[in-house]
């Protein structure tokens, strides 16, 4: 259903299913038509122009009605552009499947001998497999097939290929399964949509290849038409009786045209990245669409969000990802936010630059100061300057944000350069300090190695000197030791807090892990469901949690030596964003919650630093 609605928003796609779908339904009830029979010649009626009385579209220089040869003849070329282009994809996925799955000697045996079929010009190929065959439809048809088998193999094989290495193929033979059941299982349904892709822009060529060979009288044979025949008989009278050409011609353009509209659509309806983000590309920076009034500066901080509100727009549903949300941190401070998978953290920092994917992701309030200004208002030019200039980010995953193709030291280079007008060897020589700065043993012959030659924790290491490429004041680091083991961990931390302390950083540390927070924040802000749920100095927070949650978050870490405690969990999932509940989005999972607490609207009680957003607080604060 998803795929008939976004092929009918593109709107040529929509004209070519309606032409195409005329023409197909026209030619199914054909027979049923009361039409001439198409291949009865009748000498003294010939070259009767278009609207005459009995012939619709006149006759042909045989005097048989055109009108009816027209829609036999559409009837043969369609169906022999279908039949060739299945058997042709048929043929062609299979040989590509093959090649890619099992690679190696049998891969390029193949291909050898696919490219040398491709070597030949494929009119040449088809002539020549006609020639051996003799003329006639069937033959036309297989050598319409044939030539475009190759086609079909290579790009096949090379979505094969890359998808014959990924992990899910290695799973299914670690789970036992035989060749015959991962090719089928596996690894058709996911190059399926490019076969049907392949099929769908390359009918259309295949209605006109068969054309050509019947024009040159190497398909249908006489007295049977069809539309390629029907222009090769009316060559010779295409100056006297230009009727018997053009209509046979405009027959074939609106087939070719419709089928490849109809083609591209499918093409984009079928890419799975498309369904989310509709048929729009991304936008540079978030789109801002402020309902209320903007916030009044403050002197807060060097980064200052106040009351930020990110919703995505996914169709009617709306998510709202973060609501209300106020923070700042100050030079030389680090500010933790912690929370739940799903709660908000990353939409949060991702806003700040407008870096959240627009659609589905709009800022419908509130306002980013950075040193006053407000970044909301700010173009996608003065948003650039910013980014990495100013506001780094540090993202979990450093093999996924390095470019695998690209020596560390080449990636470093080119972050400082994309900020100022350095040198090449100034920049190498920036890079290799940033190396030391990061503490990476070797920091000569490691910029010359590639990401995938570096370990996780040295590879966040270089994630982290890219981000202070450019000396920003700001450093958002979202999740940047969650994929890392416990003793990498704290060196990455020790690190960061070391920066801080040398540079007057300002630090946001996105994390779900309280230990973190205890070892790195000054100041901390609960986020639960999109909202903050409390705020504080980390050790008032740590020591005398106020809010519920708070208070279970802290209880899920394990304290080494701490004796036996009982590790709890919290149970139940927090709610999804886009059905929020009324009153405390936490009641549900709380065992404190009251009557009062599933009613209307929650503010955050207290004064900055300290504050909670709960009726009922563990603490008072
Ligand atoms: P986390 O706190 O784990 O970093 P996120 O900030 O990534 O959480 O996500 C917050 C909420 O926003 C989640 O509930 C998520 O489902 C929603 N969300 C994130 N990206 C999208 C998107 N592209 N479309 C719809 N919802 C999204
Ligand atoms: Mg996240």
Redesign the pocket.
């Known amino acids: 259903m998803t795929f008939l609605r976004l092929l009918f928003r593109n709107r040529l796609a929509g004209l070519g299913a309606v032409i195409l779908g005329i023409i197909i339904i026209l030619v199914t009830i054909t027979p049923l038509l009361p039409l001439p029979d198409p291949n009865a010649t009748a000498t003294a009626n010939r070259f009767l122009r278009p609207f005459s009385e009995g012939h619709l579209l006149g006759t042909d220089h045989l005097g048989r009605d055109i009108l009816a040869r027209l829609l036999y003849g559409t009837r043969i070329s369609l169906a022999i552009g279908l039949v060739s282009a299945f058997f042709a994809a048929l043929f062609g996925s299979a040989i590509g499947i093959i090649a890619g799955y099992f690679g190696g000697r049998i891969d390029n045996v193949i291909m050898r001998l696919i490219d040398m079929l491709m070597a030949f010009p494929y009119i040449l190929l088809a002539l020549a497999i006609v020639a051996a065959l003799g003329p006639g439809l069937m033959n036309a048809l297989i050598a319409v097939a044939a030539v475009n088998v190759p086609f079909f193999a290579r790009n096949i094989r090379g979505i094969t290929v890359s998808l014959a290495g990924r992990e899910f193929i290695d799973a299914a033979r670690l789970a036992g399964l035989g060749h015959t059941r991962i090719i089928l299982s596996e690894l058709l349904p996911n190059v399926l949509p490019v076969i049907v892709i392949g099929i769908s822009t390359t009918v259309g060529w295949m209605i006109l290849e068969t054309a050509g060979l019947s024009f040159l009288g190497l398909g249908s044979q006489p007295p049977n038409a069809d539309l390629g025949s029907m222009l090769g008989e009316a060559r010779a009278a295409l100056i006297t009786a230009p009727h018997t050409s053009i209509i046979p011609g405009i027959m074939i353009f609106l087939i070719v045209m419709s089928i490849n509209l109809l083609g591209d659509g499918v093409r984009d309806a079928l890419d799975p990245r498309l369904k989310?983000g509709a048929l729009t590309r991304p936008r540079a920076t978030t789109r801002v669409d402020r309902k209320g009034p903007v916030p009044q500066a403050d002197q807060k901080g060097l980064l200052n969000i106040q009351s930020l509100e990110t919703q995505?727009h996914?169709g009617p549903r709306i998510?709202r990802?973060?609501n209300e949300v106020s923070l700042h941190v100050s030079a030389g401070e680090c500010l933790g936010i912690i929370?739940?998978?799903?709660?908000?953290?990353?939409?949060?920092a991702l806003s700040v630059m407008g870096l959240v994917?627009s659609p589905?992701?709009v800022i419908t309030g509130g306002a980013v100061r950075y040193d006053g200004e407000d970044l909301l208002d700010a173009s996608y030019e003065r948003l650039r300057q910013k980014r990495g200039n100013n506001v780094a980010y540090i993202f979990q995953d450093p093999l996924a944000t390095l470019h695998p193709l690209y020596k560390i030291g080449d990636q470093l280079v080119e972050a400082i350069q994309s900020h100022n007008n350095t040198s090449t060897k100034e920049a190498r020589t920036k890079a290799l300090e940033l190396l030391k700065s990061v503490r990476i043993p070797n920091a000569p012959e490691r910029l010359d190695n590639y990401p995938h030659e570096m370990s996780g924790g040295m590879r966040q290491r270089v994630g982290i000197a890219m981000a202070l490429a450019n000396d920003p004041e700001v450093i958002i680091a979202?999740e940047p030791t969650t994929a890392l083991d416990v003793t990498v961990q704290a060196q990455i931390l020790t690190l960061l807090d070391d920066l801080r302390r040398e540079r007057g950083l300002a630090i946001i540390f996105?994390t779900h892990d309280f230990g973190v927070v205890a070892q790195l924040c000054d100041r901390v802000a609960v986020?639960y469901a999109?909202r903050i749920v409390e705020e504080g100095q980390t050790k008032a927070v740590l020591d005398a949690p106020a809010h519920p949650y708070t208070k279970r978050l802290i209880a899920c870490v394990p304290e080494l030596g701490g004796g036996r405690r009982e590790l709890a969990a919290i149970p139940g999932l927090p709610p999804?964003?886009d059905r929020l509940p009324e009153g405390c989005a936490f009641a549900a999972r709380c065992d404190k919650a009251q009557d009062a607490c599933h009613r209307g609207y929650i503010p955050l009680n207290g004064h900055a630093p300290r504050a909670v957003r709960c009726l009922f607080p563990e603490e008072v604060v």
């Open positions: 989310s995505f996914v998510y990802a973060v929370g739940e998978s799903g709660s908000g953290k990353s939409v949060t994917a589905p992701g979202d996105i986020m999109g999804v964003v």
